[in-house]
């Protein structure tokens, strides 16, 4: 079985930084796109940021300039690094990943369990 595990969530003052990391286990040999996306209460989960497995990487309007994704592929895990963190960006964060092969086996659509990030203004 495969499993997605945020860490690194919490509460930072406004114009602070967090960094956000995202595991995936499960006798993983590869990993297509990964993914950060948000929900904040009473809206719809929505992308933050994504990165495909060579590096090539896409971001939200709204966190461009202040957010930046990576991954280490030898260790399965994408990073968010959070900084000049505003109140609007509080909500529960939630790492995705596309496509999983895990030994002969495929797993589409997989996501973590979600970490909260408050950032109190």
């Known amino acids: 079985q495969v499993q997605l595990v945020e860490s690194g969530g919490g509460l930072v003052q406004a114009g602070g930084s967090l960094r956000l990391s995202c595991a995936a286990s499960g006798s993983i040999v590869s990993i297509n796109i990964m993914g950060w996306y948000r929900q904040a209460p009473g809206k719809q989960r929505e992308l933050v940021a994504r990165?495909?497995?060579?590096?090539?990487?896409a971001y939200a309007d709204s966190v461009k300039g202040r957010f930046t994704i990576s991954r280490d592929n030898a260790k399965n895990t994408v990073y968010l690094q959070m900084n000049s963190l505003k109140a609007e960006d509080t909500a529960v964060y939630y790492c995705?990943?596309?496509?999983?092969?895990?030994?002969?086996?495929?797993?589409?659509?997989?996501w973590g369990q979600g970490t909260q990030v408050t950032v109190s203004s």
């Open positions: 990165i495909g497995s060579g590096g090539s990487t």
């Open positions: 995705n990943a596309d496509r999983i092969q895990s030994g002969s086996s495929w797993f589409f659509n997989r």
